[in-house]
C-alpha cells in the first residue's frame, strides 16, 4: 500500500504539486490524468523520489520512503517512462537484468529471469536476447522497456505516459496486455497519462489533476457520472458519456430468464457489448453464455438502454 | 600489369558510363606523366635539374612503367568494381615506386656520394593521383573497422618491404637518413614519447575535467574559454611563454631539476602539447556526455543507479565514442605539433626539419616531415576504426 501524504513541491514560483494526498491499495491500478503541467509526473516522481518533495511524506507498506537511500528504494520499485529510455548500447537481455544486477543476483538467476520476463511479453528469448535495442520496432522496445522494470518483481510499478510513443493499435495491444500481466502479478501500479480513455480503460481508480491539485480521486465509473468539478467534465468529454457508462456494468449483472434468439455473447463482457451487438444484428435482445458455451440468460435492449441513462 | 588486362576485357560493357573521379584521377595522373619525374642535384644543396620519365629510367623500363601508369589511368575512368579499383591504385603506386628507386639508381653515377635524385613534380603528381584512386576505393568498400586496418597494415608492410630491399636506397632523402640512422630513430622515438605521453596526460587529466563540467555548469564556462583561449596563443609562442616558468620551478623547487623539469627541453614541449590537447578532449567529453538521451539517463536513476554507476555502466559508454573522436583529433593534432617541440630543444622528427631549413637541405627537410605525415595518416585511420568499434550497433 502507498500513502501520500500532504506533498507539496515547487519549483521557483510555480507549486508543482499542491497538498495532495491519496491511497493506493495493494494491487490496484491508479490512472493519474491531467493536462501538461498539472504535476502528475511532478507527484509521481515523488514517488521513488527522483524528485524530493518539499512537504509531507510518502509511506510504502508503512514505511517512510526516505528512512533509506534513493538509489536502494529505486531498485525495489518498477520506473518505466515514455519512450522507453532503454540503455542502447546494451542488449535487451543486459537491459532486463538491470536491476537484477545491481542487486547482485548470479548469472545463472538473471538469466532464467530475462527468459522468462521475455516469454511473458511474447518475445522469443532466443531471438531477442542478445539484440540491440535498436533492433526491435517501437512496440517491442516498449514491451521490453516494461519488462526491465518488472525483472526484480517490484511490488509496486510507476509508468509516465508509458504508451505514448506508439501508434494508436500497438498501443490498444499494450494496454490490454499491461493489464493481463498486472492480473497476473498483482502488482501495484501508478500510471500517469494524459488520455482520459487509457485512464478509464486501465484504472482501478482515477486521481485527476490540475494545476497541482487534486481535483478528484475516485472509481472510473463515478468520476464519469460525478465529475467533482467541470474542469474533470471538460477532460471526460460528453461525446460518449452513456457508452462509458455502460462500459462499465458487465452483463452477467443484468441478466433476466426470456428467450433470444442467435449467437450468443460471453458473460465477460459489458452492457456495451450487448448494445452494440444488439443494435449491429438488429434483435431486441441477445443470449449470454458462460466459459463452457452454456446460455446462462439474456441481456434486452431495453435493460442496456435503461442502464446508459444518467444515474439520479 | 597481366591482371590489369584481364580486368579490363571482362569488365568492358559497351553501355558503362565513365566514372567522374576517376576522370579527375586520369587527369591528374597525366599532367603527372608529362611533368619531370625526377630531378637531380650534384650535390645536397645547389638547384636541381628536372628528368622527364623518358630520361630517367633506362628504356625498356620507361616503355613498360608508362604503359603501367597510362593503362591504370584509363581503367581509372572505366566503372570498376571498388575491389577493382583498389587493386588498379595499388598497382599503380607498386610500379611507380619502383619506378622511382630504379630512377634513383639509374641517375646516380656509380661511386657518387654527393649528388642527389629526388622526387619530381611528375612523381609527385602521380603518386596523389592514384592514392585518390586507392583511398576512394577503400571508401566505397565500405569496409569494417578490422577491414580498414588490414588495408593500412598491407600499405605500412609493403612500404616497409621496399624500405628493407633497398630499392629506394639511392634517393636522396634515404641518403640524408643514412647518414643520421642513430639520430633518425632516436628522434623518432622522442617524437612519439612527446605525442603519446601529451595524449595519455591529456587524457586523464581532460576526461575528469570534462565530466565535471558536464555536471557543475558553473565550471563549463569557465574553463571551456579558458582552453579555448589557450588553444589561440600561436604554438612557437606557447613554447616560448612555458621557457620562464619552467626554469624558475627547476631552480626554486627542490628536486624538480632531478625530475626533468627545465626552462628547456622535455618540460616545456610536454607541457605546451598537453594545454593545447586539453581542449579537444574536455570539449569531447562535455558533447559526449551531453549527448546521453535524457530519457536514458532518468531510467538509469529511475532504476537505482547510484552516481557512479551511472556515470561508468551509462554515460561513460554511450559518450565513448565522441570522447575517441576528441583523442584522435589530439593525437593527429600532437603527433604535428610535436615537430615545433625542436624548436626548444624538445627532440622529435622536428629537429631535422629546421636542420635543413637550416640548410636549405629539403631532403632534410622532408626525412622528418614524410614520418611525420605517415603517422598522423596512420593515427587517424587507427582511432577511426576505434571510434566505430566502440559505438553501438557499429556506425551511429
Known amino acids: 500500500m502507498i500513502e501520500i501524504e500532504h506533498l507539496s513541491k515547487s519549483f521557483g514560483n510555480d507549486r508543482a504539486v499542491d497538498d495532495v ?9 491508479v490512472a493519474i490524468v491531467g493536462t501538461s503541467g498539472s504535476g502528475k509526473t511532478t507527484l509521481l516522481r515523488m514517488i521513488n523520489r527522483l524528485i524530493e518533495p518539499d512537504s509531507g511524506r510518502v509511506l510504502i507498506d508503512g514505511q517512510d520512503t526516505r528512512q533509506r537511500p534513493a538509489y536502494s528504494l529505486r531498485r525495489e520499485i518498477g520506473y518505466v517512462i515514455q519512450g522507453h529510455g532503454l540503455f542502447p548500447h546494451r542488449t535487451v537481455g543486459q537491459n532486463i537484468a538491470t536491476v537484477p544486477a545491481l542487486l547482485g543476483w548470479n548469472k545463472a538467476k538473471m538469466g532464467a ?32 522497456g516494461v519488462a526491465r522494470a518488472l525483472a526484480a518483481s517490484p511490488k509496486v510499478l510507476l509508468m509516465d505516459e508509458p504508451f505514448g510513443a506508439l501508434d494508436p493499435i500497438i498501443r490498444a495491444k499494450a494496454q490490454t496486455d499491461l493489464r493481463a500481466i498486472q492480473r497476473r502479478l498483482k502488482t501495484t501500479i501508478v500510471l500517469v497519462t494524459h488520455d482520459m480513455n487509457e485512464a478509464i480503460l486501465l484504472g482501478d481508480r482515477i486521481a485527476v489533476m490540475d494545476q497541482g491539485r487534486l481535483l478528484q480521486y475516485a472509481r472510473p465509473d463515478e468520476i464519469v457520472v460525478r465529475p467533482a468539478t467541470p474542469f474533470v467534465g471538460e477532460l471526460l468529454g460528453s461525446g460518449e458519456r452513456p457508452f462509458r457508462l455502460l462500459s462499465f456494468r458487465p452483463v452477467r449483472d443484468f441478466l433476466d430468464e426470456g428467450e433470444a434468439a442467435g449467437e450468443p455473447i460471453a458473460d465477460t463482457m459489458t452492457l456495451r457489448d450487448a448494445l452494440e451487438e444488439a443494435l449491429w444484428s438488429g434483435r431486441d435482445a441477445v443470449p449470454v453464455a458462460d466459459a463452457d458455451g452454456r446460455i446462462i440468460g439474456r441481456v434486452t435492449l431495453r435493460t442496456a438502454i435503461a442502464q446508459a441513462a444518467r444515474p439520479k | ?123 609527385w603528381l602521380l603518386a596523389l593521383a592514384f592514392s585518390l ?26 612500404v616497409a618491404l621496399i624500405l628493407e630491399s633497398g630499392l629506394w636506397g639511392d634517393l636522396s632523402v634515404l641518403r640524408e637518413y643514412a647518414n643520421r640512422a642513430d639520430s633518425f630513430w632516436r628522434e623518432g622515438a622522442a617524437h612519439v614519447g612527446l605525442a603519446l605521453g601529451s595524449l595519455a596526460a591529456a587524457t586523464l587529466i581532460g576526461v575528469p575535467l570534462g565530466i565535471v563540467c558536464h555536471r557543475v555548469a558553473a565550471v563549463r564556462a569557465t574553463l571551456l574559454n579558458l582552453l579555448n583561449g589557450i588553444q589561440t596563443i600561436p604554438s612557437i609562442a606557447l613554447f616560448g611563454l612555458l621557457i620562464a616558468p619552467l626554469a624558475w620551478i627547476a631552480a626554486v623547487v627542490p628536486g624538480a631539476a632531478a625530475l626533468g623539469i627545465s626552462g628547456i627541453g622535455t618540460a616545456p614541449a610536454m607541457l605546451a602539447l598537453i594545454l593545447y590537447a586539453l581542449l579537444p578532449v574536455v570539449a569531447n567529453t562535455v558533447a559526449g556526455l551531453a549527448g546521453v538521451p535524457e530519457a536514458t539517463e532518468e531510467a538509469a536513476r529511475g532504476m537505482g543507479m547510484t552516481d557512479m554507476q551511472r556515470l561508468l555502466q551509462v554515460e561513460f559508454p554511450l559518450a565513448l565514442p565522441v570522447i575517441l573522436t576528441g583523442i584522435r583529433i589530439v593525437l593527429v593534432q600532437n603527433i604535428g605539433l610535436a615537430t615545433v617541440a625542436a624548436l626548444i630543444g624538445g627532440g622529435g622528427f622536428g629537429v631535422f626539419v629546421f636542420q635543413g631549413v637550416g640548410q636549405t637541405a629539403m631532403d632534410l627537410v622532408l626525412l622528418g616531415a614524410i614520418p611525420t605525415v605517415a603517422m598522423a595518416f596512420a593515427a587517424a585511420i587507427v582511432l577511426d576504426a576505434l571510434v566505430e568499434l566502440a559505438t553501438p550497433g557499429g556506425r551511429a
Open chain 1, 21 to 29: 494526498s491519496l491511497r493506493i491499495g495493494e494491487g490496484e491500478i
Open chain 1, 113 to 144: 529471469r530475462v527468459d522468462e520476463l521475455l516469454t511473458l511479453f511474447g518475445l522469443d528469448p532466443a531471438t531477442y536476447r542478445e539484440r540491440l535495442p535498436s533492433a526491435l520496432s517501437g512496440g517491442q522496445q516498449q514491451r521490453v
Open chain 2, 1 to 123: 600489369m597481366a591482371l590489369a588486362a584481364t580486368t579490363l576485357t571482362e569488365r568492358r560493357a559497351p553501355h558503362q558510363a565513365l566514372d567522374r573521379l576517376g576522370l579527375l584521377v586520369a587527369l591528374v595522373a597525366l599532367a603527372g606523366l608529362l611533368t619531370p619525374f625526377a630531378a637531380f642535384r650534384a650535390n645536397r644543396i645547389v638547384p636541381g635539374t628536372a628528368i622527364a620519365l623518358w630520361a630517367a629510367l633506362p628504356g625498356w623500363e620507361t616503355v613498360l612503367t608508362g604503359a603501367v601508369l597510362v593503362g591504370a589511368a584509363a581503367l581509372a575512368v572505366v566503372r570498376l568494381s571498388p575491389a577493382a579499383r583498389l587493386l588498379v591504385g595499388f598497382a599503380a603506386l607498386l610500379v611507380l615506386a619502383i619506378a622511382i628507386g630504379d630512377a634513383a639508381r639509374f641517375l646516380t653515377p656509380a661511386g657518387d656520394h654527393l649528388s642527389r635524385t629526388s622526387p619530381g613534380t611528375g612523381f
Open chain 2, 133 to 158: 584512386l586507392l583511398s576512394d576505393a577503400v571508401a566505397r568498400l565500405g569496409l569494417t573497422p578490422l577491414g580498414r586496418l588490414s588495408i593500412l597494415a598491407a600499405v605500412v608492410g609493403t
